[in-house]
């Protein structure tokens, strides 16, 4: 049974950074484009950001120059890095990977969420 695990997440102050890592159980890791979503109390669930499975980013434009995600295949994991955090930032922050999908395709599988709360 494939798992994606976040961690990370917390309670931090605006203009802090924080680190998310997602670790996942996919066999073949490597093949598989990674993506973080978030989800703020009454709002919809948004792409935050994706890294291919050839390497390459790409990011929601709202975010672009604060947030970069990066992965390292020998240990299953893909981590988000966010710069300046701001009270809007506070979501439930969710990992995805889909099999040789680009960054805005159809995720196959899911992690539970990782709350971030940032305090003003």
């Known amino acids: 049974q494939v798992q994606l695990v976040e961690s990370g997440g917390g309670v931090v102050q605006a203009g802090d950074s924080l680190r998310l890592s997602c670790r996942a159980s996919l066999r073949t890791f490597s093949d598989y484009t990674m993506g973080w979503f978030r989800q703020a109390p009454g709002k919809e669930r948004e792409f935050v950001g994706g890294i291919r499975w050839y390497g390459t980013t790409a990011y929601a434009d709202s975010l672009k120059g604060r947030v970069y995600i990066t992965r390292d295949n020998a240990k299953n994991t893909v981590y988000l890095q966010i710069y300046n955090l701001k009270t809007a930032d506070t979501a439930i922050y969710y990992c995805?990977?889909?099999?040789?999908?680009?960054?805005?395709?159809?995720?196959?599988?899911w992690g539970q969420g990782a709350q971030v709360t940032v305090s003003s």
């Open positions: 995805a990977g889909g099999w040789r999908i680009d960054t805005r395709g159809k995720y196959d599988y």
